[in-house]
């Protein structure tokens, strides 16, 4: 009797000793949230605080996006630049569109992972830059400051609106590694058509400014249209 409650505690414990090491093996990355996961949800954080201090946002924002005519005066009445709704809005852009150029870069390139950390923080940063600074250029060459105002009011709702699309393909982009490419060709989708819709707008609401046609065109082509070509070559031609 006793020889078999021996051989019975032998065996547990052989067991027990089995699982404990097979628990040993278990990949950290199970058992905590990684960097990008973490930065998905603060995007989500973002987002929904932007609701909480601004109920209408959403509506305002689509609204706006698609306004032409008056859109000045539209954006006066219903929108505040400066306000903390706004900002969270394009927090959760710059965080967003560093996620998605960080899957980008990591899917496209075999870079290491600091470099593909820089480039990715570098992207929303110029973005913003681009959009500002081409316009402040613009104003002064033309000595109409009430223009870069409007373009400034009209890029920022496309980029804070770009910003929501891209937390959405950020949340499913990242649940779905399997579709890495469908997810990639999105999201150069999502930038090729809101870019093309801001520099759209962009020249209608110059034409209703009635700024002459030789200096919209001008801009669009230095401001706009170059600065993306020559991205595009560096990128296609160094990674």
């Not at 560093?98 to 990715?120: E, G, M, N, V």
Request: with cysteine; net charge positive; glycine share 2%.
């Amino acid at each position: 009797m006793i020889s078999k409650l021996v051989l019975i505690s032998i065996q547990l414990i052989q067991s027990d000793n089995n699982i404990v090491g097979q628990l040993k093996y278990i990949p950290k990355a199970t058992t905590r949230l990684d960097f990008t996961s973490l930065l998905i949800l603060l995007s989500i954080v973002f987002i929904a605080l932007a609701r909480v201090f601004n109920n209408e946002i959403f509506s305002i924002q689509f609204q706006l996006l698609f306004k032409l005519k008056n859109f000045h005066e539209s954006f006066k009445a219903i929108y505040k630049l400066v306000s903390v709704s706004s900002l969270f809005l394009t927090l959760n852009f710059l965080i967003s569109c560093f996620i998605s150029s960080y899957l980008a870069f990591s899917y496209t390139t075999t870079l290491d992972t600091s470099s593909i950390l820089k480039l990715s923080g570098l992207i929303p940063i110029v973005l913003i830059l681009w959009t500002t600074l081409g316009f402040l250029i613009t104003s002064i060459i033309l000595g109409k400051f009430q223009i870069l105002k409007i373009y400034i009011e009209n890029s920022f709702i496309v980029l804070q609106f770009l910003g929501l699309a891209l937390a959405i393909l950020n949340f499913v982009w990242y649940l779905n590694p399997i579709t890495q490419k469908i997810s990639l060709l999105i999201f150069a989708g999502i930038l090729l058509v809101f870019f093309t819709y801001r520099l759209f707008k962009n020249f209608i609401l110059g034409i209703a400014e009635k700024i002459s046609w030789y200096y919209i065109i001008l801009y669009l082509c230095t401001l706009e249209i170059m600065p993306v070509w020559l991205s595009y070559y560096y990128i296609t031609h160094h990674f």
